[in-house]
């Protein structure tokens, strides 16, 4: 049996069905995103927008010391301008440390990037074997932190310890040492090679697997070999991300810092002041000179930023051209 159906009290009307209007509707939906990025918002703010923003301030103060400096009111920080840039760009110390910096990356930047084309045009064969573990062996580098891995190869370097020189010296070879003179260069580049081709390769891997299988069997109908398949389509086809490797490359050489400074106390060759960073380091924790080295890292930030955007922009406009061809 059906129950009765519950009758409402004597003047009791029912609720009008309030339908939200289409424009509180459409502002609702608009605002939804914002507030999902409110988070994100806030830890950019406070971990990277603040701490930047008080690296400018700090870059246009100084510290004025009056008499020997000794006593209250006898040190203190005053506006200076100008003064901490044109000491900066004047610095011999930073501006050779950029000379080496460029020298560095001269030889990581294309040899890093042409191992990590290399690897991923192998792995992307139809003949290979093992992709997995062999994709996992060349990404594995990448995970171990940069100063585990400069310790390890300082280990290797040293004449003394190295299982290398044990070995040639007993087949009675010379015993090159990588940490002193023109060696130096490539024994730290050898580092960020090592540890950077894995996650360039994986990222220029993962571009690869995304062209379509047609365009593979219609390049093969045509007659072309693997050589040519890979020449003339999956290069090209990975441009993008060729541009965004050697972008990341770019900004992780200026940044160059864990290599050389753990390197250090192995070699006189390092000095304290041998990149940018390391430059900006000893001046802010060695001389306590932080107005300094936030001018000094103000101005790489700024190299940093005009050398990526001018080099994104040139990538684009060649892009544009390609296209309009």
Known sequence: MR????????????????????????????????????PATLLFLLFFALPIGYAVWLSFRKVRVS?????????????????NYTGALSDSELLNGALRVLGYGGIVVPVMLGLALVFALMLDSERVRLAPFTRLAIFLPYAVPGVIAALLWGFLYLPDVSPFSFVLDRLGLPQPDLLDGGPLYLALSNIAVWG????????????????????????KLDGAGPLQIALRIKIPMVAPSLVLTFFFSIIAT????????????????????WSPLMKVYQDAFGNGDLHAAAAQATIIALATLVLSFGFLRAANRRTKQEAAR
């Open 67 to 83: 008499g020997l400096g000794l006593g209250a009111g006898a040190r203190e920080e005053v506006w200076a301008g100008l003064e």
């Open 196 to 219: 950077g081709t894995g996650f360039n390769m994986i990222v220029i891997y993962t571009a690869l697997r995304a062209i379509p299988a047609e365009v593979y069997e219609a390049a």
């Open 254 to 273: 200026l940044q160059v810092f864990n290599e050389p400074t753990t390197l250090k106390p192995l070699t006189n060759s390092v000095s304290t002041t």
């Open 3 to 38: 129950s009765p159906a519950r009758r409402r009290p004597y003047g009791v009307e029912r609720a009008p069905y309030a339908r939200p209007s289409p424009t509180a509707t459409l502002r609702r939906a608009r605002s939804a995103p914002y507030f999902f990025l409110v």
